[in-house]
């Protein structure tokens, strides 16, 4: 396996692109401006968001390959590894990136939300695609970023610096939201992989040896990560894909009921449950009565 670098602070990833450090914390890069570069496996130890301008090689995250083209955002967050194939050849990468570490955003209202921007969570399977005008609008917001850090720094460079980061993560939340939109059937598709992957669970024996199925264990039989599983599923249906599993038990438990040869206990067992208890708890939760109640009414 290749070496791992670890990239960990601003002036390391500088230095390793031959660029100027105007911040310890934050960097905005325009590669087109960087020395040439051969890839590597990289652990990075910042938020960082990629814009590709050109191919340059293939993303690759955790086990699969990023879809990412020319015009497309990628975002890591921090403890991620990452790396980009190509040929091996020396190359003069174009593009840009935000860069920043984790200390920055400490005591602010973007360090307070930064887990509600879930796509720094996205594993595989989707970068953001952007129009034109989005692109730009992403420009923008990294060129006025640029002008703070380059500008001497004052009692306001942190406040200006974050919240145009934050102004641009906001964007694309947005963004997102369209591409969720626009990729309908995509997602229509993922949600019917997701309905058949839960029928084919509880058809196997699989509940009883590993339990109930988790958003964790849909998410990676789907090569997704979980945070977008549930965004989309979420975006789609109204549901997020926890209220969907829970859905599949109460609907399966519902037709098990009526079969008075076994019993609730047994029942509880077959789907999953550790505990009888916590089935009737939920089933309660769902119906307004107990399973035996449920079972007498009809």
């Known amino acids: ?26 960097a905005v890069i325009d590669f087109s401006k960087a020395k040439q570069i051969c890839q590597m496996r990289r652990y990075m130890g910042l938020y960082t968001m990629f814009l590709k301008d050109v191919k340059c090689g293939d993303i690759k995250y955790g086990r699969n390959y990023y879809d990412y083209q020319e015009g497309t955002l990628v975002f890591v967050a921090p403890g991620q590894v990452m790396e980009v194939e190509n040929s091996g050849e020396i ?32 594993e595989v399977y989707e970068a953001l695609h952007l129009s034109e005008q989005e692109r730009q609008i992403v ?9 703070e850090l380059r500008h001497a720094i004052d009692k306001h460079s942190k ?8 102004l641009l993560l906001n964007y694309c939340v947005r963004f997102y939201d369209r ?9 229509k598709d993922v949600l ?25 264990y849909c998410a990676d039989k789907l090569n997704l990560s979980a945070n977008y599983l549930g965004d989309l599923i979420k975006k789609e249906t109204g549901k997020s894909p926890q209220e969907h599993i829970q859905l599949k038990v109460m609907d399966l438990a519902k037709e ?10 047994e029942i509880a067992y077959e789907l999953g449950f550790k505990y009888p208890q916590h089935f009737t708890r939920m089933f309660k939760k769902s119906t307004g009565v107990s399973p035996n109640e449920f079972r007498s009414r009809n």
Request: proline residues 4%.
């Open 1 to 26: 396996m290749d070496e791992l670098t670890r990239i960990e602070d601003i002036s390391k990833y500088n230095e390793m692109l031959g660029v100027e450090t105007f911040h310890p914390l934050v």
């Open 192 to 216: 019917a992989r997701f309905e058949k992957l839960l029928g084919d669970y509880f058809l196997s024996d699989t509940p009883q040896l590993l339990g109930l199925p988790t958003v964790s």
């Open 139 to 147: 420009l923008d917001c990294l060129h006025k970023i640029d002008f």
């Open 179 to 187: 591409q969720f939109i626009t990729r309908s059937n995509v997602n």
């Open 256 to 265: 098990k009921i009526f079969d008075t040869s076994r019993s609730v206990s």
């Open 159 to 166: 406040t200006l610096i974050v919240t145009n980061i934050e």
């Open 91 to 122: 190359i003069q990468p174009k593009g840009w990136a935000l860069v920043f570490h984790p200390d920055l955003i400490h005591g602010t209202s973007l360090g307070q939300h930064i887990k509600d921007y879930t796509f720094f969570s996205y």
